[in-house]
């Protein structure tokens, strides 16, 4: 099929408009976008790609004024948008038109499923599905310059020229090896993880070594980080540009009670010492001064060497289940997962599975994973 790499350019609400109510009577669409990211916390859409199999459409959202016909296009369920790799398209739609997409088809997700390998990118999918080549040299471009050079709209047009041939290869491998529901699982998943609510409140579970606090510093550290990702918000500002973590760790381990002694902290940009000085430390008093009953319980420190054997075991199990699927073992269980089973089974010796591993994983590794966790004998794991 010969696919018109010349694209139509949107600039005009009623264009869009007319387009979206075209495009909802397809059964699925191509989806791409990009924007701009680097003095801001939020991305800034510097352009929407939509393919519809024939034509590839530019949509210019610094042009755009409504955007209500982009919105309803990208929630109505009848229509599949297919992505490719799509968790920072589904940030710039969020802060485009406030909603996530749905539903949803990840490219990048369904060719690990379909045994093209795990994080492949789009350009290397293109290839070994179409063996087609496409550019990747404008992927650091300025999305937000106008006029856009000739080179950056072919490119940008090309990001979803093919996608949906390679959407309808992709299903019809996906349906063969029965794996389709797998992939839109996943891909479920995905929309209601970035639909949940944000919780500032856990952020500090991200800081390196956050373990080693004890339970005041580590309040202290909840409340910084809190405070981090509400002014990085508001300010719209990268977090590090705000502060950087370690110092956030530092701050919370040394207490410092006044000026002086914060900007002996390493690391502290001078804006953020010249204007946020004072609510730092009043976080720090605060905190120092409150119900002792409000501190969080100190985190679990890494695992022990004495946990290594059941650790290794695990992974050997999905290791050969995932050969024998012909799959990449990181598609069926994450690091933090391994580690989620065997801190299960510290206390009373019963094993449980995360979240995740209950769905349909259950039956393909999470039933043998607490048949393995549960076996005396760790290195003489019979296939199960």
């Not at 800034?44 to 209500?68: E, N, R, V």
């Not at 799509?86 to 996530?100: A, M, P, R, W």
């Not at 749905?102 to 060719?111: E, G, L, N, V």
Request: aromatic share 8%; proline share 5%.
């Amino acid at each position: 099929m010969i696919i018109s790499t010349e694209p139509v350019w949107i600039a005009q609400d009623a264009e869009l408009a007319e387009l979206c109510a075209r495009l909802r009577q397809q059964a699925a669409i191509a989806v791409d976008t990009e924007f701009m990211r680097t003095d801001t916390f939020y991305p800034i859409a510097g352009l929407i790609q939509i393919g519809d199999g024939k034509t590839s459409y530019l949509i210019d959202p610094l042009a755009i004024t409504d955007f209500s016909s982009l919105r309803e296009l990208m929630l109505d369920e009848k229509v599949v948008k297919v992505l490719h790799s799509c968790s920072e398209d589904i940030e710039v739609f969020e802060c485009l038109i406030g909603e996530v997409p749905s539903p949803i088809f990840d490219t990048q997700i369904a060719a690990a499923f379909a045994g093209f390998g795990f994080s492949l990118g789009y350009a290397g999918l293109v290839k070994a599905v179409l063996a087609i080549e496409i550019p990747k040299d404008e992927t650091r471009s300025d999305w937000l310059q106008r006029p856009l050079s000739a080179s950056q709209i072919k490119y940008a047009a090309l990001d979803v020229a093919h996608m949906l041939i390679v959407y309808g290869k992709l299903l019809q491998i996906l349906k063969t090896s029965e794996r389709l529901q797998w992939v839109k699982s996943d891909c479920a998943d995905l929309v209601t993880n970035a639909r949940k609510p944000d919780d500032y409140t856990e952020a500090y579970y991200k800081v390196g070594f956050a373990w080693k606090l004890r339970p005041l510093e580590l309040a202290i550290l909840r409340d910084l980080c809190i405070w981090r990702e509400v002014e990085s918000r508001a300010r719209d500002i990268p977090r590090n540009r705000l502060i950087k973590e370690p110092s956030l760790f530092e701050m919370a381990r040394k207490q410092p009670q006044d000026a002086a002694h914060l900007q002996r902290i390493e690391d502290i940009p001078s804006r953020t010492l010249r204007n946020d000085t004072e609510a730092l430390l009043k976080i720090i008093r605060t905190t120092a001064a409150s119900d002792s009953t409000t501190w969080p319980a100190r985190l679990d420190a890494p695992l022990a060497p004495s946990d290594a054997p059941l650790m290794k075991t695990l992974k050997k199990y999905v290791r050969e289940v995932a050969e024998k699927l012909l799959l990449p073992p990181e598609l069926l269980i994450r690091k933090k997962e391994y580690e989620s089973i065997v801190r299960s089974g510290m206390k009373g010796g019963v094993y449980a599975l995360p979240e995740r591993l209950l769905g349909w994983r259950y039956e393909v590794i999470g039933k043998g994973l607490l048949l393995v966790a549960q076996s005396p004998v760790f290195d003489e794991i019979e296939s199960l």
